[in-house]
């Protein structure tokens, strides 16, 4: 049989088991073993476990689980809560501020937790509610807090820039710098949209007010004073400190991915247990828990996603596939377009993790040979993915959003993160015009890419 009737095979099994409902990592390790079997040497049998284990073995896997106890730890607690009060009452007076303050608590916790689902509902089971009370449209609400948890895998410490760096072998440090200027970016778009809607909203909610119809919450002021301010403050701050140390430990050189993640979870159990009194094992053991539990699951993901590439690439399949790509002839921006295009499909069924192991050996090559920055690529492609996180049928938000606000529609849910989505494309499209926004960064800190 032929590479290409191989490869064809391969995807179109890949594709049918994970229909029928098998969790991801199963699915891709059994397709990657059957195929070992019937199509190379069974002698390779013996060595499934040796594979995934070289695989893995890489030191900058190891600062997942370290992440993700970091970010059990304060999603554990009321950091989340606490983050997002703080926000609101410094912006009370600003225009759509409530918006806004939701857009940076998310973007502040997706830095310290690194993880959408648990952005999502963390500042979503207050924000949520505290948009409503104040009128907002149960829509805008779940689209906003949808859109703001996607963050999560964008900003460092993000666990699939961690998984692109070790597909790709480029520089982990450089690419989470690279993801602070398009995080930026999303944010003040999200804030924009934010105000904009703001406005629309209470021009609407005045108009019908006037008419003598129902005065909405949306016409009310609760502006807090500056004691009430400043009272907040002191719960916030040693996290947002614990945010920035971070940073400059990884980003100046001080330690390493792995050592600063650990740093990181540390730090974070010792500010709970100091802010927020959790230091008893009952306490302690849903945290625990958590960081076992999703540790678990990603590495065995991670694992099987690595064997099954490995397969692919032993049967010539991901050469084959990216040598049919070059093949093409394509223009390097509709060969830039025609991959996102893929990963957007891919993001229908696929979590970000997998469709950055399984596709790497594919559309990197042609990528690089087209002479595109990885580095720049892999954050257009973490945009991309994130719009697979809040897009239908999937989309992983909108169903830890229905969990936070069950009450509010899916059909909703649904229409309110469509102008997020079509953000994110704009973001994307910027990106492409300047790509200076992705590496202006990096340069200034670690000097230009040789």
């Not at 073993?33 to 995934?52: E, I, K, W």
């Not at 399949?317 to 990963?343: H, M, N, P, T, Y």
């Not at 492609?381 to 994130?386: D, K, L, S």
Request: proline share 6%; charged share 10%.
């Amino acid at each position: 049989m032929s590479h290409g009737m191989t490869g064809v095979l391969y995807g179109l099994s890949t594709l049918m088991l994970m229909f029928t409902g098998m969790p991801i990592a199963f699915a891709l390790g059994t397709i990657a073993v059957v195929f070992m079997y019937f199509f190379m040497p069974l002698s390779a049998l013996d060595t499934v476990t040796q594979n995934v284990y070289e695989e893995m073995s890489s030191i900058t896997l190891l600062s997942i689980p370290l992440f993700i106890l970091k970010g059990a730890a304060i999603g554990k607690s009321r950091a989340g809560a606490d983050l997002y009060a703080a926000i609101h009452a410094w912006l009370g007076k600003v225009p759509g501020g409530l918006g806004i303050a939701n857009v940076l608590a998310c973007a502040l916790f997706a830095a310290m937790a690194g993880s959408s689902p648990a952005t999502c509902s963390a500042i979503g089971s207050a924000g949520i509610p505290e948009m409503r009370a104040r009128g907002y449209s149960p829509g805008f609400a779940a689209g906003i807090i949808a859109a703001g948890g996607t963050l999560g895998i964008l900003l460092p410490p993000s666990i699939t820039m961690i998984l692109f760096s070790v597909a790709a072998e480029v520089s982990l440090g450089r690419l989470f710098l690279a993801a602070l200027g398009p995080g930026l970016l999303l944010v003040s778009l999200f804030s924009l949209y934010a105000v904009w809607n703001f406005k629309r909203e209470y021009r609407s909610a005045l108009q019908v007010y006037q008419s003598g119809g129902i005065r909405s919450a949306y016409l009310d002021e609760n502006n807090l004073n500056w004691r009430e301010k400043t009272a907040m403050l002191p719960r916030v701050l040693p996290f947002v400190t614990l945010l920035i140390g971070v940073m400059i430990a990884l980003y100046g050189g001080f330690a390493t991915p792995s050592e600063t993640a650990g740093l990181g979870g540390l730090l974070a159990l010792v500010l709970i247990a100091i802010i927020y009194g959790v230091w008893r094992p009952r306490q302690l053991s849903p945290i625990i828990a958590s960081t076992l539990k999703e540790s678990t699951m990603l590495m065995f993901i991670i694992g099987m996603s690595l064997l099954y590439s490995y397969v692919m690439s032993y049967l010539q399949i991901s050469q084959d596939a990216a040598e049919w790509i070059v093949s093409l002839a394509l223009s390097k921006w509709l060969l830039l377009a025609a991959i996102l295009i893929f990963v957007v499909v891919l993001g229908f069924f696929l979590p970000p993790v997998s469709i950055i192991l399984m596709t790497a050996p594919i559309i990197l090559p042609p990528l690089k040979a087209a002479g595109f920055d990885l580095i720049w690529f892999g954050v257009l492609m973490t945009i991309v993915m994130e719009m697979g996180l809040i897009h239908p049928p999937v989309g992983l938000n909108i169903f830890v959003i229905r969990n936070v606000a069950p009450d509010i529609p899916l059909n909703a849910v649904v229409w309110g993160v469509v102008p997020f989505v079509l953000l994110m494309i704009l973001a994307v499209l910027l990106l492409s015009l300047f790509p200076g926004i992705v590496t202006t960064f990096p340069d200034w800190a670690l000097g230009p890419k040789i």
